[in-house]
């Protein structure tokens, strides 16, 4: 009987180490390992006032005139990841038209692709990248994912490379 009942134990337990490592396969061939962010669908109402915040925020630093507005230069990215409850919002802007030459210069470069994140019941705000234009080590793995950012390789863009550090 002591053989019986170690044999039905070792068979419990290794049915549910099988079960567990099936479940496990499951969800990571399924991709819900790979990322941890969800699509984030910001409303055309919504774009706009984060549009208006652009502009206010680059009124406020002198880098356009009171008759300038940031629009969509692109199409913009929106993810939530569910890690942080941390929204992420990849804005790409250009002056409105027709706009002055210190909008044209200030939306060149930095001032066109706007990387934002919100904290729940906070507003959007602008964060601070390693460089020009956003990369995706700007932004969590599983938000990159999604976005389809890549994360390696000879398709990051230009100014993205990994970070050497000084010698």
């Known amino acids: 009987m002591l053989n019986t009942r170690h044999q039905s134990r070792a068979i419990v337990r290794g049915t549910l180490i099988a079960s567990v490592l099936a479940l496990v396969l499951g969800v990571w061939l399924s991709g819900s390992l790979a990322t941890d962010a969800s699509r984030l669908t910001l409303s055309p109402t919504q774009i706009t006032a984060v549009l208006r915040q652009v502009t206010m925020t680059m009124l406020s630093q002198g880098r356009i005139n009171v008759t300038d507005a940031a629009a969509l230069s692109g199409t913009p990215l929106?993810?939530?990841?569910?890690?942080?409850?941390?929204?992420?919002?990849?804005?790409p802007v250009g002056p409105r038209m027709p706009a002055s030459y210190l909008a044209e210069v200030s939306f060149q470069d930095d001032g066109s692709q706007w990387l934002l994140t919100r904290r729940p019941?906070?507003?959007?705000a602008r964060v601070t990248t390693f460089g020009f234009p956003p990369c995706p080590r700007d932004v969590p793995a599983s938000v990159a994912t999604?976005?389809?950012?890549?994360?390696?390789?000879?398709n990051l863009p230009p100014?993205?490379?990994?970070?050497?550090?000084p010698k």
């Open 78 to 91: 929106a993810a939530h990841d569910n890690a942080t409850q941390v929204d992420w919002l990849y804005l």
């Open 146 to 154: 999604l976005w389809k950012w890549p994360q390696t390789g000879p």
């Open 159 to 165: 100014g993205c490379a990994a970070v050497v550090p």
């Open 121 to 124: 019941g906070q507003p959007w």
